[in-house]
């Protein structure tokens, strides 16, 4: 990594490189005077962030920075500010300003469209999301029946879904091959308008050329085909609370519940209760649930199997938002599902409560209560 910092007339003691990936400049009065500016680079996939280089705006508040880091993701952070997410591509020269405690930018066209995205996003889940929130508290609080929450999270759910197809019809119709597009590839839903994606990912990819976000968009259309229905459903490998190796082909021959779940998930641990009182109704031989926990503590992983009653197959590597199992399967919201026949094909996606009753009935497995 080459690294050039220029504030004013002082220039840090980094290598400078010509063939800058992009620049970030202050004009004179435009930021604080000698106020420290930090710079990182965030990583969608992995939900992380680094830190590539710290300095200080000069005393005409002047800041100038170059790099050869590829294009990607950074947040930069000035004193007494929020942190500012900036959607960098190649060879882009970008002016900082400061107004009225807030950061804007000219000069980076992806940074405005993600700023527009997480603008919507937040709408979003005000209008769509947030009112059933409110009703299953509201219920909870005046001692509901559990029918009527269940009910209620469910609605939560189909929301939660809404949502994140809104937020698809917006990257599609707005982001193009900006690199707003890997910034908000975290919350894109495989499930709909997925071949415009993949064509939006094809054309980022010919814009970009071979970086780590265009391999990260790569992959999450290539797991969103591999978790298509009808596909054969990818292997699942993992320890259950004993430490004992548990992989989902041992089950081939049987209809399999692939359920991904967390303690902290709401919905997820009434679809435990649901479950608990689903396997008593099912020929353990003909169908089995098959969960694999995003918690990243074995503690608060087996307390929750036992509270809720799971006696069913769990597995986890406890690495949550993280883990390998969950990006398998392109896993970027719970609770999620994924019904498996005896062939391990994928014939059903995110089946909960009279839906999955209702399929199972169907295919025959689940007697009259």
Not at 28 to 49: E, F, K, N, Y
Not at 207 to 218: E, K, P, V, W, Y
Not at 231 to 242: F, I, Q, R
Not at 283 to 297: K, M, P
Request: glycine share 6%.
């Amino acid at each position: 990594m080459k690294l050039f910092i220029a504030l004013g007339l002082g220039v840090a003691a980094f290598p400078f490189s010509a063939s800058a990936a992009f620049t970030l400049t202050a004009e004179p009065g435009a930021l604080p005077a000698s106020v420290t500016v930090s710079l990182s680079r965030h990583d969608i996939d992995q939900r992380s962030t680094i830190r590539i280089t710290t300095a200080t705006t000069e005393a005409d508040g002047s800041f100038r920075f170059e790099s050869d880091e590829e294009a990607g993701i950074f947040v930069l952070k000035l004193e007494d500010t929020s942190d500012f997410t900036l959607a960098i591509a190649e060879n882009e020269k970008i002016k900082l300003s400061l107004s009225e405690g807030s950061l804007s930018t000219i000069g980076s066209p992806g940074t405005k469209i993600l700023q527009a995205y997480e603008t919507f996003r937040k709408e979003s889940l005000a209008r769509l999301v947030y009112p059933t929130r409110t009703d299953i508290k509201d219920a909870k609080a005046r001692n509901a029946t559990d029918d009527e929450i269940v009910q209620l999270t469910q609605a939560e759910v189909d929301a939660y879904q809404a949502h994140l197809e809104e937020l698809n019809d917006f990257v599609i119709a707005e982001a193009g091959d900006t690199m707003a597009l890997y910034g908000s590839s975290l919350r894109l839903s495989g499930d709909y308008r997925l071949d415009e994606l993949a064509e939006q990912v094809k054309s980022f990819s010919a814009r970009h050329g071979d970086i780590g976000a265009t391999r990260s968009l790569q992959r999450r259309i290539k797991t969103a085909r591999d978790v298509a229905l009808g596909n054969t459903a990818p292997e699942l490998e993992g320890n259950n609370l004993k430490g004992e190796t548990v992989r989902l082909s041992d089950f081939r021959g049987r209809y399999i519940l692939v359920d991904f779940w967390a303690s902290w998930c709401p919905p997820c641990r009434l679809e435990n209760q649901h479950y608990a009182k689903l396997v008593d109704r099912i020929d353990a031989s003909s169908f089995d649930i098959f969960a694999v926990n995003l918690d990243t503590s074995k503690r608060v992983w087996s307390q929750s199997v036992s509270r809720d009653r799971a006696d069913w197959i769990h597995i986890s590597d406890l690495e949550g938002w993280t883990s390998p199992l969950a990006a398998t399967y392109g896993v970027g919201a719970l609770p999620a599902s994924f019904l498996i026949d005896p062939q391990g094909r994928i014939v059903a996606k995110n089946l909960r409560g009279e839906a999955l009753d209702a399929k199972l009935q169907e295919l025959g497995l689940l007697t009259e209560e």
